[in-house]
């Protein structure tokens, strides 16, 4: 069974920077991708960005430019840096792995990814 420990997130004002990193423990196979997903209460979950033990990387478009994910594969660990944030990045970032989905059609489903973290809330003042 995967377990996924998050740590990260907080507050910040606008413009700043946050980090969000997701240790996994209890792989079966040694490929397999990471990533976050985000959600404001009364919305569904949208895909912020993924990575793949295989290098390959996806963002949704909204964060292109200004967020970057990272993967040390010996510590099985993703980190995503968020860099100028805006107050609609506010939200619960839940930190998502699977071991058979890739990215090859980009970030994919809630449903892509088996594995779910607890969750770290990110908030935005202006």
């Known amino acids: 069974q995967v377990r996924l420990e998050e740590s990260g997130g907080g507050s910040v004002q606008a413009g700043g920077s946050l980090s969000l990193t997701c240790s996994a423990s209890g792989y079966e196979y040694n490929s397999y991708c990471m990533g976050w997903f985000r959600q404001v209460a009364g919305q569904e979950r949208e895909g912020v960005a993924a990575?793949?033990?295989?290098?390959?990387?996806t963002y949704a478009d909204d964060v292109k430019g200004r967020f970057t994910i990272s993967l040390d594969q010996d510590r099985n660990t993703a980190v995503l840096q968020m860099n100028n944030l805006k107050p609609e990045d506010t939200a619960m970032y839940y930190c998502?792995?699977?071991?058979?989905?890739?990215?090859?059609?980009?970030?994919?489903?809630?449903?892509?990814?088996?594995?779910w973290g607890q969750g770290t809330q990110v908030t935005i003042s202006s």
């Open positions: 998502v792995a699977d071991e058979e989905f890739k990215l090859d059609y980009g970030m994919g489903t809630p449903t892509d990814f088996t594995y």
């Open positions: 990575i793949c033990d295989d290098g390959t990387s």
